[in-house]
């Protein structure tokens, strides 16, 4: 599917003069790409289960199998997906701009595998698990995670340094953002001229403080989302639509760019 987008001129201003473009993407962004998002209601073994009860660390220590087999489920989802039009468009829009920062909220790695280098994850990497006891990392190894036994429960590696379980590298309720990734999110957000917020709720902080960080400073808003958000109000221009179709029609639209804008 295409999209022709009739653009305000201020805004096909504002990506040509930009010097600085700050993208942050939140769950919308890896849904398009068949990534379930972490409060879509489960289905099939996990229909009983709630998210948000299996996030933590006391989760974790009371039933260690439960916990990863989940976020076993979640990786091979993850690795099932591809990168879809929307990460591909911020590849297209870098090659464009004198500079680039993108900001995720999603814990996958298909920025990455999009094209897109030093992405801040503000809410940790599936991919990159650690020790629970020690904070050793440590790496998967290669294929598909293994299906659990009994339909769920798969127990942790050990830890080859202390022999504590393995767990997965994402920020989980109550624990805080990575010192380092968010420091540089506050600086893409207080640092750029254009920042772009796509498929995000804008509810979940302190990662939604970011957007007005950077209207604070100076910079433009541009929001792409299908539904109203809290951003609505701040933002100097919304597009209404999925991040997929809008964000690669927009690259093209603004710089002539005759890439695909669709997969």
């Given amino acids: 599917m295409s999209l022709d987008l009739i653009l305000p001129d201020s805004l096909v201003k504002a990506f040509k003069t930009a010097r600085h473009v700050t993208v942050f993407t939140g769950a919308g962004v890896s849904a398009e790409s068949g990534v379930p998002t972490f409060r879509d209601a489960h289905t099939g073994l996990w229909a009983r289960?709630?998210?948000?009860?299996l996030a933590t660390s006391e989760a974790f220590e009371?039933?260690?199998?439960?916990?990863?087999?989940?976020?076993?489920?979640?990786?091979?989802?993850?690795?099932?997906?591809?990168?879809?039009?929307?990460?591909?468009?911020?590849?297209?829009?870098?090659?464009?701009?004198?500079?680039?920062?993108?900001?995720?909220?999603n814990v996958d790695d298909l920025h990455e595998r999009a094209g897109s280098r030093s992405v801040a994850h503000l809410h940790g990497r599936l991919m990159q698990p650690r020790c629970f006891a020690c904070g050793t990392p440590w790496r998967y190894p290669d294929g598909m995670p293994n299906e659990p036994e009994d339909g769920r429960r798969v127990t942790p590696p050990e830890c080859p340094e202390c022999a504590g379980p393995i767990r997965p590298g994402v920020v989980w309720f109550g624990e805080p953002l990575p010192a380092d990734e968010w420091q540089r999110a506050l600086g893409a957000a207080a640092g750029c001229d254009l920042f772009i917020t796509v498929g995000t709720s804008a509810m979940v902080y302190p990662a939604a403080e970011l957007p007005r960080i950077a209207a604070g400073q100076g910079a433009r808003v541009l929001q792409i989302n299908p539904q109203a958000t809290a951003l609505d109000s701040l933002a100097d221009w919304n597009l209404v639509g999925a991040a997929g179709v809008v964000l690669p029609a927009l690259i093209g639209a603004v710089f002539d760019d005759a890439s695909p804008t669709t997969g």
């Fill in 49 to 53: 289960f709630e998210p948000t009860a």
């Fill in 62 to 105: 009371a039933d260690p199998a439960l916990v990863w087999g989940w976020y076993e489920w979640r990786r091979s989802r993850v690795m099932r997906a591809a990168p879809n039009p929307a990460h591909e468009a911020i590849v297209r829009l870098a090659r464009h701009v004198p500079a680039i920062s993108v900001v995720t909220q």
